[in-house]
């Protein structure tokens, strides 16, 4: 008796597929597997289509469902247009060809390409699988150029639209204003613009039950469903001093457009990581703005204001520049009033702690005398060198001062990098050996299925170091221009008896401060750190 098979036609389009047009469209794929089971005697159980998904990793829903039907008993045979449609991973493609269908006695066809596990092992299989997976990295490769084409001709493009705007009807990548949320914005702006800080901001949006970002996307697009699902009703107004924070920051608001902040690690690996700053780009006037350029001046000059002493005192000067040096959030300035028992006390604290207590981070604390002190201390120092000593003779110290860490640093993240390239041409050619071992029957299914798991965890995790080495050395490059900038800046001071926010600010990229420890006689140490603009940490 001949074996019925029930099959599944799995279809998948991923948007860079779209390109080809009608030849690789959904409708085509259907049309031509079903001509194939008539011819065929096949039994169609159902489709599987994921429609907009990669083939570079196998989380896609329809697939997975797919698997869940064969491990039911649903399902023992799986047909696709071509080898590319099932996937462009050729290592996890070749798992699933190779070993885990043969295992659940599972029938696959690739009509496109000849392939037929009815027919035998096709020895031709592995390296179409291969091909495809070159053909993903340069599809890649091809699509962010096109994006940056896009972007730079005033495209814009998000999962979400920001709150205050909407896509247009009609034109793809262009955002027009939304009448029913842009008021929100108008609101933040003039609020800021008036004086008013993002803390105090987020509180009146709070009392006044004003609607959140992510509750309009899910009123109107049914995303963020998992953060309102089981949660109060005050979680649809409840905002973040971040989320204030960000949308004063955007130039979206404006009418420009901000590209290029993160990437992908690779084209098999989706995470998404944060570019250097120097490596974003703006395209001014891409769309209607919702702030005139008259407010945002002004709500930012409060925001650079807040920078700068206070009436009251001199407390705020380090507002902005004092960094935690566990979590990297802003240090808190906090005062305690004076009691019968003790006089007024102002410090700092680590903003994580205050807001979250020790499961987020230590206090960090430190008195704002102490710090004042220390930051003083310092500037004076650099101050009486800047004009005690030649330009040369200091040039040469900051830049030895500066770069012998970075350049230790360097040194060390290139010779790494050196060994991660090694290390993944290796992986490429086992992956190429198992291949030929597999087709002989020299190695094993169940070995070659754990060598692969294990060869591409590998191979994950070096590309995401890849990606942390290279930021790394970025970050920390350093140059006598940058030196020469600081020197210009520090000998415009001649004698210096006091500390401002404009002074911190112009010397001052940021002061690091880390969590205070008793030594062995019992006295209270702390590190303190201060990067200077333009040239970082020297001593």
Known sequence: MKQQYNTALYLRLSRDDE???ESGSISTQRDMLTQYCRE???????????????????????FQRMIDDIEDGKINCVITKDLSRLGRNYVLTGQYTDIYFPSKGVRYIAVSDGVDSEKGESEIAPFLNILNEMHARQTSKKVKAAMKTRFLNGAYYSPCAPIGYKWHPEIKGKIIPDEDARWIVEKIFDLAAHGVGASKIRHTLDDEHIPTPAWLNYQKYGTFAHVFEGQPENKRHQWSTAIVKA???SEVYIGNSVHNKQTAISFRNKKKVLRPKDEWYTVENTHEP??????????HAHIESRKRPKKSGETQIFAGLLKCADCGRVLRYMRRNATARSRERQYYMCTNYSEYGKDKCSSHYIRYDVIYAVVLGRLQYWISQAHEKNDGELLQRLLKCGDKQWAKENASAKKELLKIEKRLQELDNLFAKMYEDRAKEAITE???????????????QLENKTQELQAKLDKSAQDADGAEKWLSLIRKYTELTELTAPLLNELIDKIVVHQAENDENGSRTQEIEIFYRFVGKID
């Open 19 to 21: 390109l080809k047009g």
């Open 40 to 62: 065929q005697n096949l039994n169609i159980i159902g489709e599987y289509v994921d429609d907009g998904w990669s083939g570079t990793n196998f989380d896609r829903p329809s």
């Open 247 to 249: 949308i004063l920051s």
């Open 446 to 460: 169940r070995n070659f299925a754990m060598l692969s798991a294990k060869y591409q965890e590998e191979q994950t």
């Open 290 to 299: 919702i702030i005139s350029k008259d407010v945002w001046d002004r709500a």
